[in-house]
């Protein structure tokens, strides 16, 4: 049988023990990437400089929010293809709301070290990264600049996209 004691003990530990980060949030976020034209050569590289992945588009990258123990990942990806001018995009993770509760609950481990460990104390915003890119011959300026609209059918598009659709009105 519980004592009183040993109950407050073990709620105290439960307290102690909480990281809530971890629990709500994933240390791992998928990342869609893909171009206007298709086929585009995508090399990702860490905050250190480091290539983390390397494919075409389409491309689902499963990437980690943090680097290393209280350092959140800073991701340059370099898109290019023959004949287009080559991109660079930053994905940046930020910090997760949920990190915070580990306060309010009082999971001093999870603050201080499960969420910092596991990367769940950050988040990566950016589900999606959509590129169109120019021609490497077309200049840049808005009298010679070109759009288009591109129509997809609801089953070729990527998961990613899908939960931005709006509903027009008829």
Request: proline letters at 5%; aromatic letters at 10%.
């Amino acid at each position: 049988m519980l004592t009183p004691a040993k109950t407050f003990i073990i709620a105290g530990l439960f307290i102690l023990g909480t990281s809530c980060a971890s629990i709500v949030s994933k240390s791992i976020y998928p990342v869609t990437i893909d171009t206007e034209p298709r086929g585009a050569h995508v090399v990702i590289y860490n905050r250190q400089g480091m290539e983390v992945f390397k494919g075409g588009t389409p491309a689902l990258v499963k990437l980690k929010p943090n680097a290393g123990f209280f350092r959140r990942a800073i991701y340059d990806i370099e898109i290019s293809k023959d004949g287009f001018t080559t991109k660079r995009v930053n994905i940046t993770a930020t910090l997760n709301g949920w990190y915070i509760g580990n306060l309010v609950f009082g999971g001093v481990i999870g603050f201080l070290i499960v969420d910092p460990a596991t990367g769940a104390m950050y988040r990566i915003n950016d589900p999606a990264v959509y590129e169109n890119l120019i021609p490497a011959n077309m200049t840049t300026s808005a009298d010679t600049q070109t759009h288009q609209l591109k129509v997809y059918d609801i089953n070729d598009i990527p998961t990613a996209w899908k939960n931005k659709l709006v509903a027009l009105d008829q």
